[in-house]
């Protein structure tokens, strides 16, 4: 596509649901990542893919996160027993491979709201 | 900790005037940097980039500055018009490259 897709854009739900997040990178981007954003805050890394592997998952907060990515295109972030602290934009940014001097181009974010 | 931070959290600027926005990180083994311009909610969107053996890249109305000495890293936007009104983020990968740290970034407001 033209641009990284994200859905839903909003999310609202009870805490102790869980929930999806999708990212549709930009067509052959190989390397996908995901950022957690907080209110007022900078970027937090949570994840990122080389293909369909994820070689660092340092970011990930706790074993309520996961994520996943399929032929090597879409995304999920999987947020289990969701928290009000879990409540934050969540970014998805592509870019051609996981390399330096390869800007990641983002999404437009999920808003999670936990009530 | 290691971090990338910036030294003002808001830049207020007349429309017209040149704005700079600073940034200080404290790896010096950090060797490309990038800044970002984020949008109300919109996601990141990438301005211009800098690798650690230069200390100076010009863009279209922007010029990021590299100062390895002090570890200083600086935007600088010529003729800021109201569209540029946006939070700025500096980043910085630590070679590898996949792996972005981003500042908390500073909002630029520009007055017509």
């Known amino acids: 596509g033209a641009g990284v897709s994200q859905s839903p854009s909003n999310k609202v739900t009870e805490k102790g649901k869980d929930v999806e997040l999708r990212c549709d990178p930009i067509?052959?981007?190989?390397?996908l990542y995901w950022y957690r954003q907080r209110l007022g805050q900078g970027l937090e890394f949570l994840i990122y893919?080389?293909?369909?592997?994820?070689?660092?998952k340092s970011g990930l907060p706790s074993d309520r996160f996961s994520a996943e990515r399929t032929g090597e295109s879409v995304s999920t972030l999987t947020i289990q027993r969701t928290q009000q602290e879990d409540s934050a934009v969540y970014l998805c940014?592509?870019?051609?491979?996981?390399?330096?001097?390869?800007?990641?181009?983002f999404g437009d974010g999920t808003r999670l709201s936990i009530l | 900790g290691e971090s990338v931070g910036l030294h003002l959290p808001t830049l207020s600027v007349q429309e017209g005037d040149n704005s700079i926005i600073n940034c200080a990180y404290s790896?010096?083994?950090?060797?490309?940097f990038i800044w970002y311009k984020q949008e109300s909610g919109k996601g990141p969107q990438f301005i211009i980039d800098?690798?650690?053996?230069?200390d100076k890249r010009q863009g279209q109305r922007v010029t990021v500055l590299l100062n390895k000495t002090v570890k200083h890293l600086s935007l600088q936007i010529a003729a800021t018009q109201p569209g540029d009104s946006a939070v700025y983020f500096c980043?910085?990968?630590?070679?590898?490259?996949?792996?972005?740290?981003f500042g908390a970034g500073t909002r630029l407001f520009v007055k017509a």
């Open positions: 893919f080389q293909g369909n592997s994820a070689p660092d």
């Open positions: 067509s052959g981007h190989t390397a």
């Open positions: 790896n010096s083994a950090s060797d490309y």
């Open positions: 940014a592509s870019s051609p491979q996981a390399a330096q001097g390869q800007p990641q181009h």
């Open positions: 980043a910085e990968n630590r070679g590898g490259g996949f792996k972005t740290i």
């Open positions: 800098i690798r650690s053996n230069m």
